[in-house]
């Protein structure tokens, strides 16, 4: 009975194995295009009327970059997490393909979510960054270097980690 229980924990652990292989394989393949050196020029008004730039920003600590939409149901788990991050870091947010900045706005207001954001109606600036899919987080250092980048779903706690990993 015990060599069928190896048998079976083995093909558990190569099933793990491959799976782990296919999923780091598609999230290197959706992130391709994103800077892992320098990160470019990221600037824009927030929908509150500010300016928001990257270049300003990094000098002071690592920025949260995070690639959202409205429509997305990823987001939907994500964003509270950075909601609550925003509060004690720097956090830009770029609305891809949301909508005017009114229908943005009461989107953020319904969904009680509150962090800086750019909205990015037609997605050339997500585009300008390589961003594919959403959610895309990209940590910037104080450096203006890419530290991080991670696409899809991931929690407030693994955002910290790397926030406080991250110069």
């Given at each position: 009975m015990s060599i069928g229980w190896l048998s079976v924990l083995r093909k558990l652990v190569v099933f793990c194995l491959l799976a782990a292989l296919v999923i780091g394989a598609i999230g290197y393949y959706q992130q391709r295009d994103i800077p892992s050196d320098q990160a470019p020029p990221l600037a824009g008004r927030s929908l509150d009327g500010g300016v928001l730039d990257l270049?300003?920003?990094a000098p002071q600590g690592p920025v949260l970059i995070y690639f959202w939409a409205t429509w997305c149901p990823y987001c939907r788990v994500v964003s509270p997490?950075?909601?609550?991050?925003a509060r004690e870091h720097q956090v830009i947010a770029v609305a891809m393909q949301s909508g005017s900045d009114e229908e943005l706005?009461?989107?953020?207001?319904?969904q009680e979510l509150q962090f800086p954001t750019i909205n990015d109606p037609t997605g050339a600036l997500s585009a300008s960054w390589g961003v594919r899919v959403t959610p895309t987080i990209v940590?910037?250092?104080s450096d203006g270097r890419v530290a991080w980048v991670t696409s899809g779903t991931t929690s407030k706690v693994?955002?910290?980690?790397?926030l406080q990993m991250t110069e």
């Open positions: 270049q300003q920003m997490a950075v909601a609550d991050l706005g009461q989107y953020l207001k319904d940590i910037v250092g693994g955002l910290q980690l790397r």
